[in-house]
T-cell receptor, first 115, second 112 residues
Framework: DTGVSQDPRHKITKRGQNVTFRCDPI?????LYWYRQTLGQGPEFLTYFQNEAQLEKSRLLSDRFSAERPKGSFSTLEIQRTEQGDSAMYLC?????????????FGPGTRLTVL | AQSVTQLGSHVSVSEGALVLLRCNYSSSVPPYLFWYVQYPNQGLQLLLKYTSAATLVKGINGFEAEFKKSETSFHLTKPSAHMSDAAEYFCALTNSGYALNFGKGTSLLVTP
């Protein structure tokens, strides 16, 4: 399977703990995106990388959130001091070519539950 | 500001009937529009996209959508529903080149 993969698929944590999610994009894709999806809502954009550079961050991405993409390959999303409001599905997507309009391919998501 | 509105959070059709899922958009510049499908506990799968090449866009699994600028709409249709089409459908828009702005989704139920 050469699609976008995410790990873990599920994470349960206690409020105040730190969590880290990993995304492995499609290998030839240079663009990587993170989205958050809460129950009954569409995904909301969090951040975007082109290669290793983080080019855009949503206002949704508070100071407790940080994303990295070292060497322009996999990416990690860390949430520090988790809050119950952070409970959501975190989706990663990637796209390739010189244009966004190669269309993002989404991974299966990481479902976070904060108790 | 750009946004999409999906009319009807739940749509129910009989197997074999026409599927029509509505999406209206608001954008200050010509947008690029997408339809994605999400099955339970899975990520999103691209059904089709409009990038100004043709107003009638054909996608996977027999779905198609028509871009109508005068109506600011991009409705998704399929002539004959299958049980396997039951899922959540999302319309999305971008004019930034990187961030997709999604609607709230429409849950499609297909009854025998």
């Amino acid at each position: 399977d050469t699609g976008v993969s995410q790990d873990p698929r599920h994470k349960i944590t206690k409020r105040g703990q730190n969590v880290t999610f990993r995304c492995d994009p499609i290998s030839e894709h240079n663009r990587l995106y993170w989205y958050r999806q809460t129950l009954g809502q569409g995904p909301e954009f969090l951040t975007y990388f082109q290669n290793e550079a983080q080019l855009e961050k949503s206002r949704l991405l508070s100071d407790r959130f940080s994303a990295e993409r070292p060497k322009g390959s996999f990416s990690t999303l860390e949430i520090q001091r988790t809050e119950q409001g952070d409970s959501a599905m975190y989706l990663c997507a990637s796209s390739g070519g010189g244009s966004f309009y190669g269309s993002p391919y989404f991974g299966p998501g990481t479902r976070l539950t904060v108790l | 500001a750009q946004s999409v509105t999906q009319l009807g959070s739940h749509v129910s059709v009989s197997e074999g009937a026409l599927v029509l899922l509505r999406c209206n958009y608001s954008s200050s510049v010509p947008p690029y529009l997408f339809w994605y499908v999400q099955y339970p506990n899975q990520g999103l799968q691209l059904l089709l996209k409009y990038t100004s090449a043709a107003t009638l866009v054909k996608g996977i699994n027999g779905f198609e959508a028509e871009f109508k600028k005068s109506e600011t709409s991009f409705h998704l249709t399929k002539p004959s529903a299958h049980m396997s089409d039951a899922a959540e459908y999302f319309c999305a828009l971008t004019n930034s080149g990187y961030a997709l702005n999604f609607g709230k989704g429409t849950s499609l139920l297909v009854t025998p």
